[in-house]
């Protein structure tokens, strides 16, 4: 059954798309979701993180302080790096195995389509393992507003975490379908909406709809 690579840059706005796909019947499976699963208190991979990073990464409850991990990891490749190694397989493996199984011949859901929003989608390599790749697109002044305001991050934090993600430019190149969400939110779920008819008419031609 197919799959799509839902993916953008920071502030893009997938969340926003993904939403949008899910009302109109998809199925989500967001990397975010599960990279905040792999990391939860009294887990192998949170404790190798303070093992590498130390005790201060941690919240009062024991649980990872993201804020203080993005921190030290956005102005250090290394540190990067070492988060990688410790959580992406770990998330690999988890979206992995929800692609197995949504392929899978005893899947109850015949005619579903399952989306990956992964961030990462290309450096993880998982363009491989979906049918085709939508991009979310938007323009640089709208993305910088959106992380000051949602992330309450200031220019310089903002411009580490632009520069540590594949430029935009080199992701549109790779896509599919693209969607521009530098506008109205109207218009952005046009935009889904009008990819989301010609992929279901590509795919399900043959099965009478989903």
Do not use: C
């Amino acid at each position: 059954m197919p799959v799509i690579g839902l993916t953008g840059n920071i502030g893009s706005g997938k969340s926003t798309v993904a939403r949008r796909l899910k009302k109109l019947g998809a199925k989500i499976v967001d990397a975010d979701r599960v990279a905040r699963e792999v990391v939860r208190a009294g887990t192998p991979a949170l404790k190798e993180i303070v093992d590498n990073f130390g005790p201060e990464v941690l919240n009062t409850d024991g649980t990872l302080d993201r804020k203080k991990l993005g921190e030290i990891v956005f102005t250090d490749p290394r540190a990067r790096a070492s988060l990688n190694q410790i959580t992406h397989p770990r998330i690999k493996e988890a979206i992995f195995q929800e692609i197995k199984k949504h392929r899978s011949k005893e899947s109850p859901h015949r005619k579903e389509v399952l989306v990956i929003d992964v961030p990462l989608l290309f450096e993880t390599g998982f363009n491989h393992d979906v049918d085709e790749v939508w991009v979310v697109k938007i323009n640089e002044d709208k993305q910088v507003k959106r992380l000051a305001e949602r992330d309450a991050l200031m220019p310089d934090e903002i411009r580490k975490r632009l520069e540590a993600q594949m430029p935009q430019e080199e992701k549109l190149k790779y896509a599919r379908r693209v969607i521009d969400n530098s506008g109205e939110l109207r218009e952005t779920e046009k935009q889904v909406d009008r990819h989301w008819l010609d992929f279901i008419k590509e795919h399900f031609q043959d099965a009478g709809g989903i």
